[in-house]
């Protein structure tokens, strides 16, 4: 019986939560007597259901009993505002871990679990992983609502500086925030607003790389207009996997910023992206939709071998021109499938998969 029961966990696990992205199943089981008892971490409730009815389903004879401890109804569980530029997501406890994706200045995280300096997180997009406690900042659901409530400007600059003081002398900058973040304006002084961060220290931005919230682009194709304009201001910024900033973008990760500037709440990466809004053909591109990519595959493979896997994302800017993050083409630059262009990318063509159109 126990064999059967470990297999069985370990079907349910490869079957249901296989994303390990976006789910978590630390499930083991022990057998004591007659029965088969779950024990281990989920992110939910749900999740817990989910994993036992599976058992249940497919073992209907065994004796599961669900010990399961979802994450969400932990002794960890809070929430956290981030307070620094941006902070990295990893997916191991430790420095050394890969950069799966970030956190920035005022995003509000979940956090699920605590291990030493560093927590378990499950950023706005449910993308799970490690951040370093450090730049958070430990508050409660209704703090983080009071903070989304009462931000009242969007950083449209790359980066601007903050200072300790009104007068923004070089001496006095602490710091960069970056693109895209949502900032507290309490005061004016001059051509510097007194903005407050989300642990409440009082700093000083120029006033000129803000805007208003009432004034945000809407969900609009001249919204997103509005948006990618900013966004050519960064052409050139270098790519960094996982980021999500002007101090480095990945491929979805600019895509996920562009979109989130208009309401539009995205998964994290390429594969995940191609889920989203209407499929498009090549010959139906049109500007602001997104376009897919298998950039896994050598040139010399791309007739060889037939299946593809979506590895890469980018902004069409017109029907033949687009704009996206690349490592082997040093960032945030501009690509093309029209071979008389400055920025024709030869097997770009072939390496096309779908796009997809978010906006009519």
């Known amino acids: 019986m126990y064999p059967l029961a470990v297999e069985l966990v370990e079907w349910v696990r490869r079957e249901h939560f296989a994303d390990e992205r976006m789910t978590l199943a630390e499930v083991q089981v022990v057998q004591a007597h007659d029965e088969l008892r779950l024990k281990g971490a989920v992110l939910d409730h749900h999740a817990a259901e989910l994993f036992v009815s599976a058992l249940r389903r497919h073992a209907p004879g065994l004796n599961w009993h669900d010990e399961l401890m979802p994450l969400i109804a932990g002794p960890d569980y809070g929430w956290a505002l981030v307070t620094q530029a941006v902070c990295d997501l990893r997916r191991e406890p430790a420095m050394h871990s890969e950069r799966i994706s970030q956190a920035v200045f005022g995003e ?56 300790g003081t009104a007068a923004g002398q070089p001496e006095h900058q602490l710091g960069l925030l970056p693109f895209g973040s949502l900032l507290k304006v309490e005061d004016e002084h001059g051509p510097f607003y007194q903005v407050r961060f989300p642990n409440q220290l009082v700093r000083w931005v120029p006033g000129a790389g803000l805007l208003s919230l009432k004034h945000r682009p809407p969900a609009t194709l001249p919204g997103l207009h509005t948006v990618i304009g900013w966004l050519e201001t960064m052409i050139g910024v270098p790519y960094l996997w996982g980021g999500r900033t002007p101090f480095g973008y990945d491929c979805s990760g600019v895509v996920q910023t562009v979109y989130g500037l208009l309401g539009i709440r995205l998964p994290r990466d ?69 071979d008389h262009s400055p920025w024709f990318l030869p097997s770009y063509r072939h390496r096309f998969i779908t796009a997809r159109r978010l906006l009519a």
Do not use: K
């Open 108 to 163: 509000a995280i979940e956090v699920l679990r605590c291990h030493d300096d560093w927590v378990f997180v499950r950023l706005p997009d449910d993308y799970l992983g490690w951040m370093h406690a450090g730049p958070l900042w430990r508050c409660n659901a209704t703090q983080v609502e009071a903070w989304r409530q009462h931000s009242t400007h969007l950083l449209t600059r790359p980066t601007l500086p903050c200072y």
């Open 270 to 338: 390429a594969d995940q992206q191609a889920l989203v809004g209407t499929a498009i053909s090549f010959e139906a591109i049109q500007w602001g939709d997104l376009l897919f990519f298998d950039t896994g595959l050598r040139d010399g493979e791309l007739n060889t071998i037939p299946e593809r896997c979506i590895t890469h994302v980018g902004l069409a800017l017109h029907d033949s021109e687009f704009l996206h993050a690349s490592f082997s083409h040093g960032g945030l630059v501009r690509g093309s499938f029209d």
